[in-house]
């Protein structure tokens, strides 16, 4: 069974502030992991995605994560963050066409 | 232009009626998605289908049905709807294993 856990529920961060969002997962075989945004009241959109090659992959507005097979993780990266990006941010994994989603972290940026 | 259409957006339905929540998706994507979003849950896997008629049961199936006979339609049906099927629910598409989800706005169902 893969798992994929997030461990902050709620972060918060002053616009221009770095953040790094925490992703880990649980299994046994190779697995594609991916980061997902949700504004509010909207569908979640496409970040970023990594299946092999080069340990960080580089997404959408500036955010970058990286996969660290030593520690199970996937964390993601924003070096300067700005107000709109204020949304509840998932990681997802999967080795064939189903996915697993964490339970969400929900990023606040404060002016 | 890459769209994920669900219909409708918000449906209240009393407990015991049939419920159907209809998704399509303009990409000709093959695999389509059904997923229920929950406070503190988020995103559970209901359906998954792989191409016309030919569907398969994701984590939380129960309760759930689905059909499929069209590339670019994908329909979840929830017949005798209960009150703990009151949830948000999302469809999805892509083009096979491992590619990119493209999501629907949702449908917020309240079963009364």
Not at chain 1, 40 to 68: D, I, M, T
Not at chain 1, 79 to 104: E, I, M, P, Q
Request: net charge positive; glycine share 10%; with cysteine.
């Amino acid at each position: 069974t893969q798992t994929v856990s997030q461990s902050d529920a709620h972060v918060t961060v002053f616009e221009g502030d770095s953040v790094e969002l925490r992703c880990n997962y649980s299994y046994g075989g190779s697995i594609y992991l991916s980061w997902y945004i949700q504004h509010h009241g909207r569908g979640l959109q496409f970040l970023l995605k990594y299946y092999s090659g080069n340990p960080v992959v580089q997404g959408v507005n500036g955010f970058e994560a990286e996969f660290s097979k030593s520690d199970s993780s996937f964390h993601l990266r924003k070096a300067s963050v700005h107000w709109s990006d204020s949304a509840v941010y998932f990681c997802a994994g999967g080795s064939n066409a189903k996915l697993t989603f964490g339970k969400g972290t929900k990023l606040s940026v404060k002016s | 232009d890459m769209k994920v259409t669900q219909m409708p957006r918000y449906l209240i339905k009393r407990m015991g009626e049939n419920v159907l929540l209809e998704c399509g998706q303009d990409m000709s994507h093959e695999t389509m998605y059904w997923y229920r979003q929950d406070p503190g849950l988020g995103l559970q896997l209901i359906y998954i289908s792989y191409d016309v008629d030919s569907n398969s049961e994701g984590d939380i199936p129960k309760g759930y049905r689905v059909s499929r006979k069209k590339r670019e339609h994908f329909s979840l049906i929830l017949d005798s709807a209960k009150t703990n099927q009151t949830s948000v629910y999302f469809c999805a598409s892509s083009r096979g294993q491992a590619e990119t989800l493209y999501f629907g706005s949702g449908t917020r169902l309240t079963v009364l």
